[in-house]
């Protein structure tokens, strides 16, 4: 089982940026599919980005296109979310996702962090 702490959130002006960290412990994050997920009050957690267990592929929400950036460093057991010219509407709480394959037949297995409040003020 991994745990994964998040990092970064904190209050930023619209047009700023913020670096969202993801430190996994207990596992080897290399052997995850990583995501980073937001949600706000009365609305389904979403998914923002996600990236290989390579990190070679990475996939955006439109929303975010041109503005995040996912990545990962498997040597440091961490992935990040870099978000610049922030908007309000970005406004949530940021989720850490780490997702391994099931057994065959099975679903996969998901693993979360606490989360970390990202505010955009305007």
């Known amino acids: 089982q991994v745990q994964l702490v998040e990092s970064g959130g904190g209050l930023v002006q619209a047009g700023g940026s913020l670096r969202l960290s993801c430190t996994a412990s207990g596992r080897t994050l290399s052997t995850y599919t990583m995501g980073w997920f937001r949600q706000t009050p009365g609305k389904e957690r979403e998914v923002v980005a996600t990236?290989?267990?390579?990190?070679?592929?990475?996939s955006y929400t439109d929303s975010v296109k041109g503005r995040v950036t996912i990545s990962r460093d498997n040597a440091k057991n961490t992935a990040y979310l870099q978000m610049n010219s922030l908007k309000p509407e970005d406004t949530a709480v940021y989720y850490c996702?780490?997702?391994?394959?099931?057994?065959?037949?099975?679903?996969?297995?998901?693993?979360w962090g606490q989360g970390t409040q990202v505010t955009v003020s305007s």
């Open positions: 996702n780490a997702r391994i394959r099931g057994l065959p037949g099975t679903q996969p297995v998901d693993y």
């Open positions: 990236i290989s267990r390579s990190g070679i592929t990475t």
